[in-house]
């Protein structure tokens, strides 16, 4: 992160000398401005939801489930973010203009419950039990733009409005676990947990739309802040059971190793809910915009 500042540091220094190099340069009019801009900010976050899975009620030899079940639920930390752009716009005040957004790592925290409750005849008494485990991950993403700008140059504060088309790019991974409940030799209840993760390549086509205003120190650099909103697709990801391997159970700490573990992954994938990723967010920025 620190070579991060001290790149972007640089790079504006190097910019706001070009800038007024260029400024004292005497050119003929020219029938349009090259804008280049850099900022910082916040995405406000993304949007995600909570997966349930329920196994629903069921009996064996010598109790009931009257039921089991549980919610993975994740949470988003808001990341920060960097943009750069270009415009290229005309006396009029319409151009075009390319940006890049890059969105740094939303950490994924929260937790996944489970719990089962029935009534047990041997011993007599009430079932109830519980566990959670905690959620882990990140998002990954970064956002290309074309987009159509008009700039209503005042002077010294200039406001700007700007909308078009987005690419988005990213990943999210996420791991976390899930209790399953079973009849053991003897009899009893017990239950273990089985490692669940997703990890999904995030792309596709979205909108964004903004605004903001350059408030000018020189007639070739600019303060600016800005405001957007990108419109980009909600993914739906799916859970995936890990049910290899040897497991240790909870109730009466016997390790256990599954006959079939694909089949059982298969059954408890199939009732857990998939997770519902929203990548659309807004967001806000500040920083410095050059003219050339």
Known sequence: MKKFFKTMGITILVLC????LSAQIQRPSKPFKIELGLNFGSTLGYGVTESSYSYGSWSAWWFDIDSESGDITPELSTPLCFGGNISLITKMGIGVQFALDYNFNSDITGSTSWSASGFDYWYWSNISESNSWDVTGTVKMMVLSLNVIYKYDTGMFNPWFAAGGSYYTGNIEASSEVGWG???SWGDFDYLSFPVEINEDLSGIGFNVGGGADIQFTPNIAFSIEARYFILKEHEI????DASGQHTSYIWDITYTITSPSTLEDNINDIIEPM????SYPKLAAGFKFSF
């Open 17 to 20: 000398f070009a800038a007024s």
């Open 182 to 184: 079973f009849s053991d």
């Open 238 to 241: 799916f859970w995936e059971t």
């Open 276 to 279: 519902k990723f929203n990548a």
